[in-house]
């Protein structure tokens, strides 16, 4: 269950947004030495060096978690300078693609696989593992002159995202904030262009949470208003240059940059902050599935926050580089530690229970190395 996750101090460090930065070299990783050529079947492999080589690790998706990858595969490296990982902050609908292509040792995302995904995953590579290793929540981020605390009621914000609340100074928004200074502006609403696994969270909560919602919930919809920009990063930069808009983004990305964001209402009825108590409380008493997708789109708690989620390595069934395939089931075991677990509250991310990571712990027994 998910009542053991721990509240702590969300305080973010700027060095972590290095987000495309691998360890081994600046811009984007290749394809893994030793992968297969168009068509081919073999096991993703990186490049490794017998006895005691350096050991290649690639990865690419969600934005969402890539401060905190950033920081764990830095401060990993330092205690196993041989191990090497390198992260391409794409979104996770192209670091799933990726994944499935075999382009990349691990995938990242914020949305578990689905049906389609499942059904395109290579087939020789055994059954694919969804590994998660931390939670968040996602916030209304704004810019709003002269205004420093913002609510937004439940009708309030599904009216933004649908297009039916047009303007700053709109009678709904003004009753919840009787002494903001409302601007008679346009609302200048911004949401992701590109596949990602934060609207994945996002539009499952506005499915559960707004009965006119008609988008769906997927990591790519089809918009009723607004603007697009490319990933957390691109969101938050919108924001940053827009005056008068709103957005949704990743906790650590308005946090770090200094975004204000919105109380919103729960389910419960209450006007919540993004705090890690309220975030921990969206996803206490949640049972855990076989597959690790946990789920919570519109947590019923009273002091819940009410838009929370986990995000997930994608780990493939079978390696034939046996090196790898251990340098990555150990990388996982120590961001599960409570070595790991203090950079996911210094950046402001929830750590992963401990029933819950002794779980997916056993489950990496499953990943098999292919016989040559």
Avoid at 259 to 278: D, S, V, Y
Wanted: aromatic share 10%.
């Amino acid at each position: 269950m998910i009542s053991s996750l721990k509240a702590a101090r969300w305080a973010f460090s700027a060095s972590a947004i290095a987000l495309t930065v691998g360890l081994a070299a600046c811009g984007p990783s290749t394809p893994p030495a030793g992968g297969p050529a168009p068509g081919g079947s073999a096991a993703p492999a990186a490049s490794s060096g017998a006895g005691g080589g350096t050991i290649s690790l690639s990865g690419a998706g969600a934005t969402f978690p890539a401060p905190l990858y950033q920081r764990w595969f830095s401060e990993y490296n330092k205690t196993n300078p041989n191990v090497q990982i390198s992260y391409q902050s794409v979104g996770s609908g192209a670091g799933v693609k990726q994944f499935i292509a075999k382009t990349v040792d691990f995938g990242a995302t914020d949305a578990p696989l689905n049906d389609k995904e499942r059904a395109q995953y290579p087939k020789d590579l055994g059954q694919p593992l969804q590994v998660p290793m931390t939670g968040g929540a996602v916030v209304f981020a704004y810019n709003l002159d002269g205004v420093d605390n913002l609510k937004l009621s439940r009708e309030v914000y599904c009216g933004i995202t649908g297009g039916t609340i047009k303007k700053w100074n709109d009678p709904k928004i003004v009753k919840d904030n009787p002494n903001a200074k409302l601007p008679d502006a346009d609302i200048a609403f911004t949401h992701r262009s590109d596949g990602s696994g934060t609207t994945y969270l996002f539009t499952s909560h506005l499915k559960a949470a707004c009965p006119g919602w008609q988008a769906g919930a997927a990591k790519s919809v089809e918009w009723p208003v607004g603007t697009g920009a490319k990933g957390n990063e691109g969101v938050t930069a919108q924001i940053q240059q827009t005056k008068n808009a709103v957005g949704y983004v990743e906790y650590a990305y308005a946090k770090e940059n200094n975004l204000k964001f919105a109380e919103l209402q729960n389910k419960a009825g209450g006007f919540i902050a993004a705090t890690p108590e309220a975030a921990a409380k969206s996803l206490e008493g949640a049972t855990l599935p076989a597959d690790f997708s946990l789920a919570v789109p519109d947590p019923a708690a009273k002091d819940a926050y009410p838009i929370v989620g986990l995000t997930w390595l994608l780990i493939y069934g079978q390696y034939s580089d046996p090196a790898k395939a251990d340098a990555l089931k150990n990388f996982i075991k120590w961001a599960y530690s409570a070595e790991g677990s203090k950079y996911a509250t210094e950046l402001g991310y929830l750590p992963i229970p401990q029933d819950i990571s002794g779980k997916a712990t056993a489950a990496l027994d499953n990943v098999k190395v292919a016989a040559k």
